[in-house]
T-cell receptor
Framework: QKEVEQNSGPLSVPEGAIASLNCTYS??????FFWYRQYSGKSPELIMS????GDKEDGRFTAQLNKASQYVSLLIRDSQPSDSATYLCAYGGGSNYKLTFGKGTLLTVNP | DTAVSQTPKYLVTQMGNDKSIKCEQN?????MYWYKQDSKKFLKIMFSYNNKELIINETVPNRFSPKSPDKAHLNLHINSLELGDSAVYFCASSQTSGVVDTQYFGPGTRLTVL
């Protein structure tokens, strides 16, 4: 049973477009949700965290959470070539402080 | 200042050897983790320590032994290295607050077993 599912991509968008990344998860007690960005050869870095249903915006990034549908997404507006990376979805829940990661979506933004 | 640091950055060794990776965080966090990222980029939790106490021990061969001398340090010792141990190992830390909160990752240690 896959706990976190993401399209592996690659997802290719032109510069300036909106990139839409999606993630579904199986654990209904999940409390916190994260999007990390990982450049090739680098460590994951946090882009967004979201804990409540609805939208959360931070600059060009918007995270959307729907707990009833067990779905979380990340929109990147005005995509830039520097956004080209693998985006990892993760959720946490329970008392053991564990984050479960998806396999990531490779995003390529073409100039 | 580096928030989460790991040494060494690269580790190349022969099968059967024993090696250690060290991790330190200066964020004042109370929880630290070891993750393994394989060649397909899947990031999987191995261990977690909260206030020096082991709280997560995923299905990891007992050749892997973590050790947390204090809240700021979490080391990983690997005995009898195998080819399949080749991967990037990431250390991470977080501050517990009732919910699972943001984890901050170190730069990673790329382990190659020949």
């Amino acid at each position: 049973q896959k706990e976190v599912e993401q399209n592996s991509g690659p997802l290719s968008v032109p510069e300036g477009a909106i990139a839409s990344l999606n993630c579904t998860y199986s654990d209904r007690v999940s409390q916190s949700f994260f999007w990390y960005r990982q450049y090739s050869g680098k460590s994951p870095e946090l882009i967004m965290s979201i804990y409540s249903n609805g939208d959360k915006e931070d600059g060009r990034f918007t995270a959307q959470l729907n707990k009833a549908s067990q779905y979380v997404s990340l929109l990147i507006r005005d995509s830039q070539p520097s956004d080209s990376a693998t985006y990892l979805c993760a959720y946490g829940g329970g008392s053991n402080y564990k984050l479960t990661f998806g396999k990531g979506t490779l995003l390529t933004v073409n100039p | 200042d580096t928030a989460v640091s790991q040494t060494p950055k690269y580790l190349v060794t022969q099968m059967g050897n024993d090696k250690s990776i060290k991790c330190e965080q200066n964020l004042g966090h109370d929880t630290m983790y070891w993750y393994k990222q394989d060649s397909k980029k899947f990031l999987k939790i191995m261990f977690s320590y909260n206030n020096k106490e082991l709280i997560i021990n995923e299905t990891v061969p007992n050749r892997f032994s973590p050790k947390s001398p204090d809240k700021a340090h979490l080391n990983l010792h690997i005995n009898s290295l195998e080819l399949g141990d080749s991967a990037v190992y990431f250390c991470a830390s977080s501050q517990t607050s009732g919910v699972v909160d943001t984890q901050y990752f170190g730069p990673g240690t790329r382990l190659t077993v020949l």
